[in-house]
């Protein structure tokens, strides 16, 4: 039986985050908007952001999910550690390294790990 690609995922830890970027809704818009004319994925209705998880500090903040023709974006952002969680998956093949360049410095984060899946 043949092999077939089905999609392609980044997943991304980024630490040490920009607060001011990760508590911004016009920011987050701007980088699914910026990251999408990037990778050239076509953005499937809006983008939904919504602020919640106020019950326990490392909880609370933003998240946001982009539908994209091929699949979708989707980003849970940790105010208290700092941290951002960032994943793109899509069956359509893009460049996961101008992706994860383009993520660390739009959060101005200081490190980020990554993995990038083949499905």
Known sequence: ME?????YVLMMDLRDCDLSVMRSREKLKEYVDELCK??????????????????????KGYSLMQFIETSS???HFSEHWRISY???????????????????????ASRVKSRFIVR
């Open 3 to 7: 092999k077939k690609v089905f999609g």
């Open 73 to 75: 974006i989707t980003g």
């Open 38 to 59: 990037l990778i050239d994925m076509k953005k499937y209705g809006k983008t939904f952001i919504s602020y919640f998880g106020l019950q326990k500090p490392h909880t």
């Open 86 to 108: 960032i994943d793109i998956f899509s069956c359509k093949p893009f460049d996961h390294r101008v992706a994860r360049c383009f993520t660390k410095e739009f959060f101005r």
